[in-house]
């Protein structure tokens, strides 16, 4: 029998708001190590929001050293820039995790809430309230887009046995540009 000893990062993408949270994973056991948020609404360029996700991103994975990182993918919203933005967010992230060679695996928002909740169109109370029972902590007063990130990352332990058809797993940057032939520029 394997023992499993890993630690996984989830990361809820956001150019105001990013989540993060960690799991470690013991055995069969799964507990919380941090969770917090970014938050960027104090800084007035694009620009400068991508290079602290960039570089807070390289901190927590320098700090907590994680095996993986699962990251949740952009829906498809109404308007197109927050689309933009919030794609390079995301792809922020994923470099920051692929800089230190981290592999990352992306799941929809629906896959993330039917993992942890059973239901793809779970409100991200549930989420939340499903978090506490599974990691047996509080997760009261603590901002959705930090819960958010942690259910990226216990969406990725309950996925990582098989590979799911709504997730797409990167072993480095080469991987990614030739799975994303449109974002190498």
Not at 90 to 96: E, F, H, K, L, T
């Amino acid at each position: 029998m394997k023992t499993t000893d890993k630690v996984i990062l989830g990361i809820d993408p956001g150019t105001v708001i990013m989540g993060y949270g960690l799991i470690h994973i013991q055995g069969n056991k799964m507990s919380m190590l941090n969770m917090g948020v970014i938050k960027l609404d104090k800084m007035q360029d694009h620009p400068t929001r991508l290079k602290k996700i960039f570089e807070r991103t390289v901190e927590i994975i320098r700090e907590y050293h994680p095996d993986e990182m699962a990251i949740e993918a952009p829906f498809f919203g109404k308007n197109v820039q927050s689309m933009l933005k919030l794609g390079r967010a995301q792809g922020v992230a994923i470099a920051a995790a692929l800089s230190q060679n981290i592999p990352i695996v992306e799941y929809t928002p629906k896959k993330i809430k039917q993992s942890v909740t059973g239901n793809g169109n779970a409100s991200k109370e549930q989420v939340c309230g499903m978090l506490e029972n599974l990691l047996k902590t509080k997760l009261e007063g603590v901002p959705l887009d930090a819960t958010d990130g942690l259910a990226a990352a216990v969406c990725h332990h309950f996925n990582s046995s098989g590979v799911s058809s709504s997730s797409k797993s990167y072993a480095g940057w080469a991987s990614f540009l030739k799975e994303n032939p449109g974002r190498k520029g």
